[in-house]
């Protein structure tokens, strides 16, 4: 699983099917065709007006996923006449048991078919269906966040976390449990931590999320993602550092996309929570740096239900969101089930935070090409 391999990637057939959809209405008939790089800008403005478009649909992202683990880019688009009027992101992501599944969005929390009408969605996903079985992959993985009301197997794997940000700054600790205020108070008058901004925190995070990663038994992600969601998704992505004087405590790496501030990757030291409740801090103080802004959602993420940062999160006040993840198992037999509350990856888990931290960091992107 660790070795270098090599493999041809075959062009996607398009579904047996023919993906076109007739309207009752006298419209034009809707057309599923692949998505292209001459319609990427269309297809961006299309997911930022849509209420349920996130960065994960983005063709940037796409782009990213592409450029560092060499996933193939089989995203949907849905037309009518010459008008975009869904939109599905999907990728082929190989296995190094030479099987390959799609998944809408690999390396993001949500996914799933976006649409102007119901009609546009359903089509989206059964042409992806149809595209499953024609490539004969393991399965199809649909990322919603919100119940697509689809017969598909269900997961209740995960849940996120969202609230709405107060339009003053101020009330963001006003708003706190009374316990994670004390912890952030600690951090700021005991500790001295403070935050700072900007892209040059870049090789901090690397440094710090492989670290930390390493230190719970999981792969990293290699340099070349982080540098390529910098490039691919420009203005969207900011980086920031907790720092105590001149030690470096935490640092993160977060999305703006339309009102709503996401935060996705955090990398830190080992004693930061423990000494210094570095990401209490964190979340709080980028909750006020959003609001000072004019964001109006604070984003902190996916987690797997009742786990540590599950419970973390709930003790920031925060209430979770079951996501509505939803799969045609193709030729898989089972769900995913390759994550850290699954047992038998404990011994996987031991074996990687005793790698020689060199070794790890070596190893980590070609790990994570087969983790998306």
């Not at 982080?226 to 470096?248: C, D, I, N, S």
């Amino acid at each position: 699983m660790l070795g270098t391999m090599t493999s041809t990637v075959l062009a996607a057939p398009e579904p047996a099917a023919p993906p076109t959809v007739e309207s009752p209405s006298g419209q034009p008939a809707l057309s599923i065709r692949p998505a292209d790089s001459a319609s990427d800008a269309e297809r961006d403005r299309f997911v930022e007006r849509h209420a349920q478009g996130t960065i994960f649909h983005t063709a940037g992202w796409r782009r990213a996923v592409e450029r560092v683990f060499g996933h193939e880019g089989l995203d949907r688009l849905a037309w009518r006449g010459g008008e975009l009027v869904g939109v599905l992101p999907l990728m082929r992501c190989r296995t190094p048991f030479l099987r390959s599944h799609l998944i809408s969005a690999p390396y993001g929390v949500y996914g799933g078919a976006l649409a102007v009408d119901r009609d546009t969605e359903l089509a989206l996903v059964e042409d992806a269906r149809r595209m499953a079985r024609a490539l004969g992959v393991g399965r199809l993985e649909l990322r919603y966040a919100h119940d697509p009301g689809l017969d598909l197997a269900p997961s209740s794997l995960y849940a996120t976390f969202l609230q709405k940000l107060p339009a003053d700054p101020a009330d963001v600790m006003k708003e706190m449990p009374k316990r994670a205020r004390a912890e952030v108070r600690k951090a700021i008058e005991k500790h001295g931590l403070e935050l700072s901004e900007g892209e040059h925190y870049l090789t901090d995070l690397v440094e710090l999320f492989g670290a930390s990663k390493q230190e719970i038994g999981s792969p990293g992600l290699p340099r070349a993602w982080f540098q390529a969601l910098l490039e691919e998704l420009p203005g969207k992505v900011v980086l920031h550092l907790a720092r105590r004087g001149p030690e470096r405590v935490a640092a993160t790496m977060s999305f703006v996309f339309k009102d709503t501030f996401s935060f996705y990757y955090i990398g830190a030291r080992s004693t930061a929570n423990r000494e210094y409740s570095a990401t209490n801090f964190l979340t709080t103080r980028l909750q006020e740096w959003s609001s000072m802004r004019g964001l109006a959602v604070f984003d902190l993420g996916r987690s797997r239900v009742d786990t540590g940062p599950y419970q973390f999160k709930k003790n920031q006040g925060f209430e979770p969101t079951p996501l509505h993840y939803r799969y045609d198992l193709v030729r898989a037999r089972e769900l995913p089930s390759f994550n850290p509350s699954n047992p038998k990856t404990a011994r996987l888990r031991e074996t990687w935070s005793k790698l020689p931290p060199a070794l790890a960091r070596a190893l980590s992107g070609r790990m994570m090409r087969y983790l998306p």
